[in-house]
């Protein structure tokens, strides 16, 4: 009639309440892992509530409080994660012989609050058979110390079998005595201040205290009223310090049992790096010098790392005379940056976990005391104050500017939900809606995030105002971004104007004039930069056309093309000159609008016929502009037969004696005038008259 139980927990079943749960779901996203003398369940999404089940039917709800005095802790992070730690000689799980551990934990989910809330079951059994002699646990909300006990076995019978006037709902008490072949739990002393305890005042006070079969296991809220602060080695450490002491008739044995965890005082911080120092002789737990470590292992979240891992995410672990001292780059793989927001200021911090595993032995005794201590770490608040970037191309026309802007650098949890300006507030979707294509982009490792926006110069959100005297026109943009942290949904904004300052348009001249031979066109462009295209006839002026017929002045060029360029027009023929048209368009090289039309038209002196002393004559006809269709190569002279000594597209070249191709002569006033006439064969063409005269050779 035997039975082994820890001595707290047979109590808390008589306190506990036993409600069955009615859903128990999959488990699929719950993780456990053995991880030593601690089991490690990693949840997501968040739970709301967490219960440890006990011997399958009694459900005890873990109240922070209890949490702490039963050796279980959680962590949440920002992302929706969260872990949960247990001890495995916390008072729930079921100890088989100090050597196989079983807990059974549930975890309820938030739900949508009509519904009973999603629960999921999570069980895990570790073995754990390594004990040393003394194991010290310090996890972020307690202290434990476990010690081989050295009496013999202790039975533990509960003090009220049911459910008594102590075991009042909610409140967690363990009235238990150990009697072993006798020996009878009777009291705790703690050191230095001597008070003396009975088990139930013990337990009372949020410690815990329990016998299993091989151990004596002690856990005390940091900062409990019987732990004090000692520096060791220049590290601010917690101590918990106890005598127990069981009876047998007029027998007192004592077992000491001491626990020592670093506060947070003991870490430095510089804007980069992450510094922990551990005494590496912890004088409280060693009376003599007999002690050397063995080991030394670094974890994150309880899990030991190996060297490569460390080595990977840059942690270092340095042993030196006096401390064990971990460094961690702020922003390292494994910790987590979170936003805060403090007098609407912007700041993160930057969290982790590091873990770390120590083995001493007692070279008399030859005992070993491990050592484990799970350190939260959080920096101080890092001023990141956001700024507004502006990329603004000003290298444009007013009705294609945009304000480009981007707003940064914010960590991931936070979200930008609105914008107001002067005369509105607008949310995302809205500024969207709008044009203001709002874009979250993320920093390549995916660590940060930075908001962009464009805002059209021509929306009316935009501020115009035109100073004319100075020939400018000012675009401003006054903005405050409303934006939040997430979980915690903390507002905050950011206000910011930006302004941009334009040229005014002057739309570019173009001017005009000849010479004898050729069109001078100049294209004067202001105070802008040329942002048009130049169309010369039918042709773009390219890069090889400029080369070949343009000349630049500071804010202009200059365009000179000879009267007879394919890109002029013939508007008409004279026996002595030629009219002829060059077309200028100044086109928007966005849309081909035309800015400015300029066209210039001139007679060019130009002796189309001519007579030569030997009897011949040449004759060059052109095609004008209101003959489109003709082909100079069809015209022939007065006789048919006689074509085109050479032809193209826009002349035909006669060259021909004047006493052939039909060639007429009469004399007028003792000049011989040849008449001959060039036409397409048909006579029904419009027809171009080449009248020769000749008053000097002839006379
Ligand atoms: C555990 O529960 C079973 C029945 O479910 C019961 O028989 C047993 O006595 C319980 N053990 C303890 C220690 O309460
Ligand atoms: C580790 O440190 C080196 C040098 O400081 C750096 O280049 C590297 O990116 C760091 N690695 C990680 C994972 O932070
Ligand atoms: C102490 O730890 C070391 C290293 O793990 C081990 O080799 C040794 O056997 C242990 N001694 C005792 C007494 O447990
Ligand atoms: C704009 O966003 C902020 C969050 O920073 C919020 O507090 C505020 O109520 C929002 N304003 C409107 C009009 O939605
Ligand atoms: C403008 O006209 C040119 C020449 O015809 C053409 O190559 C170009 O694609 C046009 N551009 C636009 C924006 O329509
Ligand atoms: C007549 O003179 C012109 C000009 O010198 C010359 O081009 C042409 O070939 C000559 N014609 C003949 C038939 O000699
Ligand atoms: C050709 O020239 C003659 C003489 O100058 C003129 O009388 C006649 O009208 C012209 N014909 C045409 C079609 O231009």
């Given at each position: ?14 306190a506990?309440?036993?409600?069955q ?50 050796g ?9 994660n ?5 001890s ?14 079983s ?33 010290i ?13 050295t ?5 533990t ?14 409140n967690?008490r ?16 703690f ?61 007192v ?7 020592v ?87 993160v ?18 005992e ?12 101080p ?16 026309v ?14 991931l ?129 390219n ?12 804010t ?15 508007e ?110 048909d ?15 002839y006379?």
């Open positions: 009639m035997i039975i082994f139980l820890s001595s707290g927990l047979f109590c808390l079943l008589m506990a309440v036993g409600i749960a009615q859903q128990t779901p999959s488990i699929n996203d719950l993780n456990a892992e053995c991880l030593g003398n601690v089991i490690r369940l990693s949840v997501a999404p968040l739970f709301e509530d967490v219960d440890a089940v006990f011997n399958d039917t009694q459900i005890i709800n873990l109240t922070p409080g209890l949490a702490t005095q039963c279980f802790s959680f962590k949440f992070d920002p992302m929706g969260a872990m949960f730690f247990a495995l000689q916390n008072c729930f799980s079921q100890n088989m012989d100090d050597k196989m551990f807990l059974v934990m549930q975890f309820r989910l938030p739900g949508n609050h009509m519904t009973e809330d999603p629960v999921y079951r999570v069980g895990k059994t570790c073995s754990y058979t390594p004990w040393t002699s003394r194991e646990l310090c996890d972020r909300n307690y202290m434990e110390v476990s010690v081989r006990r009496l013999p076995d202790i039975q019978i509960p003090k009220q079998p049911t459910g008594g006037p102590k075991a009042r709902s909610g967690f363990r009235g238990a005595e150990a009697v072993a072949s006798g020996y009878k739990m009777t009291a705790v002393v050191s230095p201040s001597k008070n003396v305890m009975n088990v139930d005042e013990v337990q009372r006070k949020g410690y815990a205290i329990a016998n299993t079969p091989t151990r004596l296991v002690l856990r005390s809220p940091h900062n409990a009223e019987e732990t004090y602060l000692q520096n060791v080695a220049g590290v601010p450490m917690r101590v918990l310090s106890t005598s127990t002491f069981f009876e047998q008739k007029w027998l044995t004592r077992v000491d049992a001491t626990a965890c670093p506060t947070p005082e003991a870490v430095a911080f510089t804007p980069e790096v992450i510094t922990w120092y551990m005494p590496k002789h912890i004088d409280p737990l060693f009376s003599s010098d007999a002690f050397t470590m063995l080991e030394v292992y670094m974890g994150i979240d309880a899990k030991r790392l190996d060297t490569e891992e460390m080595a990977a995410r840059n942690y270092s672990v340095l042993v030196t005379e006096a401390h064990i001292i971990v460094e961690i780059p702020v922003g390292a793989v494994g910790g987590y940056f979170k936003s805060h927001i403090q007098d609407d200021q912007y700041f911090t930057y969290t982790i976990e590091p873990m770390l595993e120590l083995l001493w032995i007692e070279e008399v005794a030859h070993n005391t491990s050592y484990k201590v799970l350190f939260p770490i959080t920096t608040p890092m001023a990141r104050p956001p700024q507004v970037r502006n990329y603004t191309p000003l290298d444009t007013p009705e294609q500017a945009v304000f480009v802007l981007e707003l940064g650098t914010f960590n949890d936070v979200e930008l939900l609105n914008i107001t300006f002067p005369t509105m507030v607008l949310t995302v979707a809205e500024c969207n809606a709008r044009g203001f294509n709002v874009q979250e982009q993320r920093s390549p490792d995916n660590t940060l995030k930075t908001f962009r926006m464009e805002v059209p110069f021509s929306d009316p959100v935009v501020f115009k105002e035109r100073r004319a005297e100075q020939g400018v026109t000012t675009f401003t943009l006054q903005l405050i971004y409303g934006l939040v942290i997430f979980p915690e949904y903390a507002p905050f904004s950011h206000s910011a104007v930006v302004d941009a300052v334009l040229l005014d348009i002057v739309p570019p001249s173009v001017t005009g004039n000849c010479d004898q031979e050729n069109f001078h066109i100049t294209v004067d462009y202001r105070n802008q930069e040329p942002f048009f295209v130049v169309l010369v006839g039918k042709r773009l002026l890069h090889e056309f400029a080369q070949q017929y343009l000349t630049e002045g500071d202009d060029f200059t365009i000179t093309l000879p009267f007879s360029s394919p890109d002029a027009v013939f008409s023929v004279h026996s002595s000159s030629v009219r002829s048209r060059l077309d200028v368009a100044l086109l928007n090289p966005y849309n081909n609008m035309t800015i400015k039309y300029f066209s210039l038209a001139c007679s060019f002196l130009k002796t189309l016929t001519e007579c030569f002393s030997n009897g011949t004559m040449t004759a060059l006809a052109v095609k004008v502009e209101s003959a489109p269709g003709l082909n100079p190569g069809q015209l022939t002279l007065s006789d048919p037969a006689c074509g085109p000594t050479y032809s193209d597209d826009r002349f035909a070249y006669f060259h021909f004696t004047v006493n052939s191709c039909g060639t007429t002569r009469k004399f007028i006033n003792n000049v011989m005038l040849y008449e001959n006439e060039i036409s397409l064969p006579e029904l063409e419009v027809k171009l008259n080449a009248t020769t005269s000749s008053e000097e050779e006379q």
